[in-house]
């Protein structure tokens, strides 16, 4: 099973990067970024910074790695609370609201606080049920800071902060429990940090940046599982809580529940393969129905208003919508209209699905391999995720019925490197360009490797194949890979230790990616 994950995360990673390479260029398609230079010259100059800093590691980084090794249980803390801070900091002095679905969500949440049921959107609400584990979330916080007399809007992104520097630590330790050096592990902490805990994405209070912790969550709960070294009560209980957290993330960001899926299926091979116990299943199987069902019924009554769950936009709108030639697979405003335009759900359903299969029989086989391309270009064609482009992006620090936020003397230098129109931007957005070039580099070269691999990263593998299936199915996003960017960094991660290990024979006689097989005499509790 593991070759052949390993061959299909090979494909989809290689397809993607030589799209990237040798298309991107040559494709006009939705929403396309240029940046300074083309992305063959980029991605060489990063790999040639990237394996210079490499292999001077690999031959002076014995000391570095004695000394994190003696001192890390020390500067983990500290790493954490600096990041933490810093991440305040920024968020303190470039937050602006976006007008989109993040401001319908925010005006959601303070009109109910305020009381102000006229003014919440129930149209809005009624199509995009999804959003109100969201508006529940971000409410019970400004409660909480309601007992300290504050309801700045800071504190939701505050909150969110919070979370993203949990990932942070999650992320540094699933690489050390998988046998990855400190170096490594630190060494993807930092690029983390920068990466995704000073992205700007932090100060847009949506479910992309907030659901960011499920998914190396999971990853990490489904290592411990997958040890084989905890007693049965404990292993019954991880499961349990697999499911709670599963339930909580797909409420939250969908997405998150690929990760679990991906986990779920793995652990169900390993199961038949080894002939243990099934008792996991159905303690994970209720859990998570229990939470959905739960999560639902309580969501339905977060705001003070009656919603018209008819009006729901069913799946069908979105594969629709992915099939849209115009505008590439992205949000396309005529077809939210045209799905809207039918009261009775099971004919909006049906009109959905009539409409995808003209498209499909209009594409014809060449025009649909053309439109994928397309598709898969506006996902992983922008390292910044389509930062500025995705609807009224910069409203401003003022709007009406929410808290203004002030500027601080930091916010001039930072809107001129972030805002699209700003001075320094296109070397900014060129700089994520080319972190992202390496990253799914070092990712592809970690499919070399998977075969040996451990449970979690095949996991971790099967979740990206996972999400891209995901996103050529339906509305095609570059926003909606943020909610995974952990899983990137720890496959590429997975590729470096792997390339190390092949070049060095010293590191190849030891495992510094262990395979997750339970002790002789351990309690498996599965």
Not at 128 to 152: C, M, R
Not at 379 to 393: A, M, R, V
Not at 409 to 427: A, D
């Amino acid at each position: 099973m593991k070759k052949v994950i390993s061959a299909i995360f090979i494909l989809f990673t290689g397809i993607t990067l030589a799209l990237l390479l040798f298309r991107a260029g040559k494709v006009e398609y939705y929403l396309k970024r240029e940046f300074l230079t083309g992305n063959i010259p980029l991605l060489l100059y990063i790999l040639l910074f990237s394996f210079t800093i490499i292999l001077l590691m690999m031959r002076f980084g014995k000391g570095a790695e004695r000394f994190l090794e003696k001192y890390s249980a020390f500067l983990l803390p500290v790493a954490l609370l600096l990041l933490f801070a810093g991440e305040l900091v920024f968020v303190r002095a470039f937050f602006f609201y976006q007008d989109w679905d993040p401001l319908a969500v925010l005006s959601a949440v303070y009109h109910t606080l305020h009381g102000e049921t006229a003014e919440i959107s129930v149209g809005y609400f009624s199509a995009h049920p999804n959003n109100l584990a969201l508006v529940a979330l971000y409410l019970g916080i400004l409660k909480l800071a309601g007992i300290l007399g504050s309801e700045s809007v800071l504190i939701i992104a505050g909150a969110q902060c919070l979370l993203i520097t949990l990932s942070a630590f999650l992320l540094f330790r699933i690489l050390r429990a998988e046998g990855c050096s400190y170096l490594c592990a630190w060494g993807a902490f930092l690029i983390y940090a920068l990466w995704i805990g000073f992205s700007p994405w932090i100060v847009c209070t949506y479910s992309d940046m907030t659901g960011l912790v499920f998914p190396v969550l999971v990853l990490r709960l489904f290592q411990l599982l997958s040890g084989g070294r905890l007693r049965e009560g404990v292993s019954y209980a991880l499961w349990c809580l697999l499911g709670l957290l599963g339930a909580l993330g797909y409420a939250i960001k969908p997405q998150t529940v690929i990760v679990l899926i991906s986990v779920v299926f793995i652990y169900i091979f390993r199961s038949f393969r080894e002939r243990g116990g099934w008792k996991w299943l159905p303690v994970f199987c209720l859990s998570f129905i229990l939470a959905h069902v739960l999560l639902s019924a309580g969501l339905s009554k977060v705001l003070p208003v009656e919603l018209d769950s008819s009006r729901n936009f069913s799946a069908v709108h979105y594969f629709m919508m992915g099939l849209n030639d115009e505008t590439d697979g992205v949000y396309s405003k005529d077809d939210t209209e045209y799905t809207s335009s039918f009261d009775d759900p099971k004919e909006r359903k049906k009109a959905d699905l009539e409409l995808a299969k003209k498209r499909m029989a209009d594409f014809g086989l060449k025009g649909l391999a053309s439109h994928l391309e397309k598709k898969q270009l506006v996902d992983f064609g922008d390292g910044t995720f389509s930062w500025g482009i995705d609807g009224n992006f910069f409203a401003g620090k003022e709007i009406e019925g929410l808290p203004s936020v002030k500027e601080t003397r930091f916010t001039p230098f930072l809107e001129s490197w972030l805002f699209t129109e700003g001075q320094h931007y296109p070397l900014y957005s060129t700089i994520r360009q080319s972190m992202w070039l390496i990253i799914l580099f070092f990712c592809l070269l970690a499919g070399v490797f998977l075969s040996g691999a451990s449970d979690t990263m095949i996991s971790a593998a099967l979740s990206i194949v996972g999400l891209t299936v995901f996103e050529l199915l339906f509305e095609a996003k570059a926003r909606y890979l943020l909610i995974c960017t952990p899983v990137f960094l720890l496959l590429a991660v997975f590729g470096i230790q792997g390339f190390c290990r092949a070049l060095s024979p010293e590191l190849r006689s030891t495992r510094h990616f262990r395979r997750n097989t339970p002790h002789k005499g351990s309690r498996r509790g599965q």
